[in-house]
């Protein structure tokens, strides 16, 4: 059980070295923007490193919506990162689950997520493989609800797809944490990657606002057990840069007897 955080992307190996960090995840680009990843100088460094690497992708990304000048682009965007990452060397590309619009029926959001592993496939496959991961709000979202997973893994859980569980966004999506690992491996059969994240606001409020470990609303016990069930490696998205997410890590470390 590795663990580390979400940092800068200019230079994610130092920052993750000051963080004392085992792994390491960072956007490619500019997360709210239509761009293709860029050859990285640093690429020879990040594949040699024993630094395990992820890769964010952007936040505009939502292959779920029936909007085609967005699930298009997305579509498109989502392998462009997956080769970036590939490129990279990393382990997975984290992708938010999605939602269709108001009013619109999600279960072609399911649909359109399926087709997008078949677009993938007919370009040769995602070289990096895909960590759908739950997302805090949204009455008509593919992953916040774990009804709404298991309806999305009817449809995609032919291919080889993974899942990465993020403990704020379960938590303000309203699904109880307690459980909440032999739920989502009764749908996914697998966890792959946590992101071990407190939140600023209540349980089932619908907002995404990471907070430090022990500073937010969940029991931060809660969140260790969380991590110490799933037995995946881990990263920190949690404010404060080098001393705030330093601290989050040596609390799970610290509490995990690592």
Sequence with gaps: MRIGAHVDSTDPLGEAAARGAETVQFFLTDPQAWKDPEPRADADAVRATDI????????????ATLNNRIRIPSRKLLLTHAQGAAALGAKGLI???????????????????????????????FPTPILIENTAGGDNACARRFDALARLWEA????????CLDTCHAYAGGEDLLDAVDRIKAITGRIDLIHANDSKDPFDSGRDRHDNLGAGTIDPELIVAVVRAAGAPVVVETPGGVAGQGADIEFLRDRLGR
């Design 156 to 163: 995609i859980g032919d291919y080889d797809v993974g899942f």
């Design 95 to 125: 992708v938010h689950g999605g939602h269709v619009g108001k009013g619109e029926d999600v279960a072609v959001g399911f649909d359109n997520w399926r087709k997008t592993f078949e677009y993938g496939a007919k370009a040769g496959g």
């Design 52 to 63: 395990d690497v992820y890769i964010h992708a952007p936040y505009r990304i939502n292959v």
